[in-house]
């Protein structure tokens, strides 16, 4: 056990000391994150036993991720990444009154593009479905469906950009409460389609797909108040001589670019997908699920919370910022580290307890783990590309970030070419985790050539404990995992409650074994100093 003097040279502690530690926010983050993914995790046991891994989920999830795809670059994408230092300048050097005409002239361009995209793409749902998923086509009757589905789900765009936008306010002003919570209700309006209106449909996809674009109404709706409280509800406007809107439109062309590179690497998953073998597409919905657990509850949360935090000690040039941006690097291998390796060992076990219920057979399970094993690679290096892009995005250099986004698509459209058809799956979900390490070891260097981060003192004393940790956690595992028929033949309620034992006797053996060996960021999780932003 390391002395008291020990933690005081932790390297986290000038942060800490600073008061502008930004753990608190990522933990209160994190919590309302992981309400939402809890309820995302029974929405998706719901619509398993509703779709099962046919025809109607892969139209649904095919018309549900073209919005989102969107979404990445109107909404927490390329706008956020370019929105939010620009945002955090202004609150930083200019008057209370530019700041809010500021924002109420981004808010009017925003919906006005966000608007003539979405008719264009409802006009053209059947292009887009051809373009996204050509192997739909030799299916009129699941094509046809598609595009049904997408003519619904599209305006889903134009409500949840806007809802990033508000999000991206409330956070730069430091209220991460209610853009963390506010995904709960697309889940609860996606359930209680599926639950109260789906069967009474021939096509019960359709009332689901309105499930998805009353969520987004809801979720806009949801978060006006808090504007309001903070000074930020404003009609929108399209004044075309501000300032901050030019600065903001020239950033968002790199980043818009490299958000649209980003995509090309899930449309190319998408019509891979849709040509390598029946039900790839659903395969891999299920374990991407099962991945986005860990990525959204901590990834996003500690993205939300670092790049508002580095864009403000960007703009006072802070001698705080390679500190911040460490500790957020050695949060990212703390806590990814054991998702990693429990996603691994628990893959099958965690698919047939949540999802192997009505029409989701035994066989998807075992398909869908495959995909499971090789996005959980990628956990660690999406991870710690949410942390140090926005180190680029601080520094209002969005240029960066693009050419690295560039050549990892080219990876990935590589390997996935060469893997697809011999794995299927398994080979596109190694494909994007690949693309994922390389992008974030491109970041990493960069970062350390420019002298932007700098790895402060005891990493390797921190690799080693982790690791450690990480093994003897694995092994606990593997032991008490038992096999795939034991898991087939338990009930319900039998393979939840054994799931999440397994689930929590991992997390506290590696929690108390991290505290037994002092690792300093653990106990920084523990203690009760004033951690706020």
Same mark, same amino acid.
């Given at each position: 056990?390391?002395?008291?003097?020990?933690?005081?040279?932790?390297?986290?502690?000038?942060?800490?000391?600073?008061?502008?530690?930004?753990?608190?926010?990522?933990?209160?983050?994190?919590?309302?994150?992981?309400?939402?993914?809890?309820?995302?995790?029974?929405?998706?046991?719901?619509?398993?036993?509703?779709?099962?891994?046919?025809?109607?989920?892969?139209?649904?999830?095919?018309?549900?991720?073209?919005?989102?795809?969107?979404?990445?670059?109107?909404?927490?994408?390329?706008?956020?990444?370019?929105?939010?230092?620009?945002?955090?300048?202004?609150?930083?050097?200019?008057?209370?009154?530019?700041?809010?005409?500021?924002?109420?002239?981004?808010?009017?361009?925003?919906?006005?593009?966000?608007?003539?995209?979405?008719?264009?793409?409802?006009?053209?749902?059947?292009?887009?479905?051809?373009?996204?998923?050509?192997?739909?086509?030799?299916?009129?009757?699941?094509?046809?469906?598609?595009?049904?589905?997408?003519?619904?789900?599209?305006?889903?765009?134009?409500?949840?950009?806007?809802?990033?936008?508000?999000?991206?306010?409330?956070?730069?002003?430091?209220?991460?409460?209610?853009?963390?919570?506010?995904?709960?209700?697309?889940?609860?309006?996606?359930?209680?389609?599926?639950?109260?209106?789906?069967?009474?449909?021939?096509?019960?996809?359709?009332?689901?797909?309105?499930?998805?674009? @009353?969520? =987004? +109404?809801?979720?806009?709706?949801?978060? #006006? $108040?808090? %504007?309001? &409280?903070?000074?930020?509800?404003?009609? /929108? *406007?399209?004044?075309?001589?501000?300032?901050?809107?030019?600065?903001?439109?020239?950033?968002?062309?790199?980043?818009?670019?490299?958000?649209?590179?980003?995509?090309?690497?899930?449309?190319?998953?998408?019509?891979?997908?849709?040509?390598?073998?029946?039900?790839?597409?659903?395969?891999?919905?299920?374990?991407?699920?099962?991945?986005?657990?860990?990525?959204? @509850?901590? =990834? +996003?949360?500690?993205?939300?919370?670092? #790049? $508002?935090? %580095?864009? &403000?000690?960007?703009?006072?040039?802070? /001698? *705080?910022?390679?500190?911040?941006?460490?500790?957020?690097?050695?949060?990212?291998?703390?806590?990814?580290?054991?998702?990693?390796?429990?996603?691994?060992?628990?893959?099958?076990?965690?698919?047939?307890?949540?999802?192997?219920?009505?029409?989701?057979?035994?066989?998807?399970?075992?398909?869908?783990?495959?995909?499971?094993?090789?996005?959980?690679?990628?956990?660690?290096?999406?991870?710690?590309?949410?942390?140090?892009?926005?180190?680029?995005?601080?520094?209002?250099?969005?240029?960066?970030?693009? *050419?690295?986004?560039?050549?990892?698509?080219?990876?990935?459209?590589?390997?996935?070419?060469?893997?697809?058809?011999?794995?299927?799956?398994?080979?596109?979900?190694?494909?994007?985790?690949?693309?994922?390490?390389?992008?974030?070891?491109?970041?990493?260097?960069?970062?350390?050539?420019?002298?932007?981060?700098?790895?402060?003192?005891?990493?390797?004393?921190?690799?080693?404990?982790?690791?450690?940790?990480?093994?003897?956690?694995?092994?606990?595992?593997?032991?008490?995992?038992?096999?795939?028929?034991?898991?087939?033949?338990?009930?319900?309620?039998?393979?939840?409650?054994?799931?999440?034992?397994?689930?929590?006797?991992?997390?506290?053996?590696?929690?108390?074994?991290?505290?037994?060996?002092?690792?300093?960021?653990?106990?920084?999780?523990?203690?009760?100093?004033?951690?706020?932003?």
């Amino acid at each position: 056990m390391p002395s008291s003097s020990d933690d005081a040279q932790s390297p986290i502690s000038p942060v800490l000391m600073s008061g502008l530690h930004p753990l608190r926010s990522v933990l209160k983050v994190g919590g309302n994150t992981m309400v939402s993914r809890l309820l995302g995790f029974a929405r998706d046991v719901i619509l398993a036993r509703l779709f099962g891994a046919g025809e109607m989920a892969d139209a649904f999830f095919v018309a549900f991720r073209v919005p989102n795809l969107f979404r990445r670059l109107f909404g927490e994408g390329a706008f956020s990444q370019s929105f939010i230092p620009v945002l955090g300048e202004y609150r930083a050097t200019r008057p209370a009154s530019e700041t809010r005409a500021f924002v109420a002239d981004v808010a009017g361009w925003l919906a006005l593009a966000l608007a003539i995209v979405t008719i264009v793409g409802m006009l053209g749902a059947s292009a887009v479905v051809y373009a996204i998923a050509p192997g739909f086509a030799d299916n009129p009757d699941k094509f046809h469906l598609t595009v049904e589905l997408l003519r619904i789900t599209f305006p889903y765009l134009f409500f949840i950009s806007l809802v990033a936008l508000a999000g991206g306010v409330l956070n730069t002003y430091g209220h991460f409460t209610v853009p963390a919570f506010t995904p709960v209700f697309l889940n609860l309006s996606i359930i209680a389609a599926a639950v109260f209106w789906a069967p009474h449909l021939q096509q019960p996809a359709i009332a689901v797909a309105w499930g998805v674009l @009353v969520g =987004g +109404v809801v979720q806009l709706l949801f978060q #006006l $108040p808090a %504007l309001r &409280r903070v000074g930020y509800l404003h009609w /929108p *406007r399209l004044r075309r001589r501000d300032p901050g809107v030019r600065q903001l439109l020239r950033l968002m062309g790199p980043a818009a670019f490299g958000a649209s590179v980003a995509q090309i690497n899930l449309f190319l998953n998408t019509i891979l997908a849709s040509l390598v073998g029946a039900n790839v597409v659903s395969y891999l919905y299920y374990s991407d699920r099962l991945v986005e657990f860990p990525l959204g @509850v901590f =990834g +996003v949360a500690l993205g939300t919370v670092v #790049l $508002p935090l %580095l864009s &403000r000690q960007a703009a006072e040039r802070s /001698p *705080r910022f390679p500190q911040t941006l460490d500790w957020a690097l050695r949060l990212t291998w703390l806590i990814g580290l054991p998702a990693t390796v429990g996603l691994l060992i628990l893959a099958q076990p965690l698919l047939i307890s949540l999802f192997r219920y009505g029409a989701y057979t035994a066989e998807d399970a075992r398909q869908s783990a495959l995909s499971l094993i090789g996005y959980g690679l990628g956990i660690l290096p999406i991870i710690a590309a949410r942390v140090l892009a926005p180190a680029f995005y601080a520094h209002q250099n969005t240029r960066t970030p693009v *050419r690295f986004a560039m050549i990892s698509v080219v990876v990935n459209m590589g390997i996935s070419l060469i893997l697809a058809w011999p794995l299927q799956q398994l080979g596109l979900a190694l494909a994007t985790s690949t693309a994922a390490l390389v992008n974030a070891l491109m970041l990493w260097r960069r970062l350390r050539r420019d002298g932007i981060y700098q790895a402060q003192p005891g990493w390797r004393v921190f690799l080693l404990k982790t690791g450690g940790l990480a093994l003897l956690m694995g092994i606990v595992l593997l032991y008490l995992r038992g096999d795939t028929p034991l898991w087939l033949s338990l009930p319900l309620w039998e393979r939840l409650l054994r799931v999440l034992g397994l689930v929590i006797l991992a997390a506290v053996l590696y929690l108390m074994g991290g505290w037994w060996l002092g690792i300093g960021e653990l106990r920084d999780l523990y203690g009760r100093r004033s951690l706020h932003v």
